[in-house]
T-cell receptor, first 112, second 113 residues
Framework: NAGVTQTPKFRILKIGQSMTLQCAQD?????MYWYRQDPGMGLKLIYY???????DKGEVPNGYNVSRSTTEDFPLRLELAAPSQTSVYFC???????????FGPGTRLLVL | KQEVTQIPAALSVPEGENLVLNCSFT??????LQWFRQDPGKGLTSLLL?????REQTSGRLNASLDKSSGRSTLYIAASQPGDSATYLC????????????FGKGITLSVRP
């Protein structure tokens, strides 16, 4: 199993550009999550999904969108990138919501 | 609203020392609590998940305890090694939402050879 994979590893965006961060898992997990981690801070939940076709907002959803058309994939869309979205983004998954979360390696995003 | 605190932010110990990392949370109505390890530039790796019905959970040199009544959890690392150097984060479920986690800011541990 590859576990949770994320692409790209690193990206530089200009203000106002858009991009999609990809996340995939091959563990047949129902729950998937997107977090952002800023220096010296804990992780903040952006969006999460409890299954294909079902998504919900986390603590910091503004400026982001998600979709979940399959069990395996959970892409995060950034529209009109802003410097405040400079961060490291982590995708995670779990079989059930109260079980261990497995994390991807992260995507480092710089908005200039 | 669940809040998770980890103090101190950083810790440096000599190799071989036994150490305790602390985590406190405000909402004690939790289903479980998780401890993670994060190496620089990497994702998080789950270390231990301790259920609310348990008081302790062990994995190798690691032992996590949970005291819901006091809102505290500890991660005990026995015979620390330089390879244990990393950031350790604890996470507790959001208030009323067991599927969503609130993370502490983490404790950066440095084990000196």
């Amino acid at each position: 199993n590859a576990g949770v994979t994320q692409t790209p590893k690193f990206r530089i965006l200009k203000i106002g550009q858009s991009m999609t961060l990809q996340c995939a898992q091959d563990m047949n997990h129902n729950y998937m999550y997107w977090y952002r981690q800023d220096p010296g801070m804990g992780l903040k939940l952006i969006y999460y999904s409890v299954g294909a076709g079902i998504t919900d907002k986390g603590e910091v959803p503004n400026g982001y969108n998600v979709s979940r058309s399959t069990t395996e994939d959970f892409p995060l869309r950034l529209e009109l990138a802003a410097p405040s979205q400079t961060s490291v983004y982590f995708c995670a998954s779990s079989y059930r919501g109260w079980e261990t979360q497995y994390f991807g390696p992260g995507t480092r995003l710089l908005v200039l | 609203k669940q809040e998770v605190t980890q103090i101190p932010a950083a810790l440096s110990v000599p190799e071989g020392e036994n150490l305790v990392l602390n985590c406190s949370f405000t909402d004690s109505a939790i289903y479980n609590l998780q401890w993670f390890r994060q190496d620089p530039g990497k994702g998080l790796t789950s270390l231990l998940l301790i259920q609310s019905s348990q008081r302790e959970q062990t994995s190798g040199r690691l032992n996590a305890s949970l005291d819901k009544s006091s809102g505290r959890s500890t991660l005990y690392i026995a015979a620390s090694q330089p390879g244990d150097s990393a950031t350790y984060l604890c996470a507790a479920p959001h208030t009323g939402a067991n599927s969503k986690l609130t993370f502490g800011k983490g404790i950066t541990l440095s084990v000196r050879p």
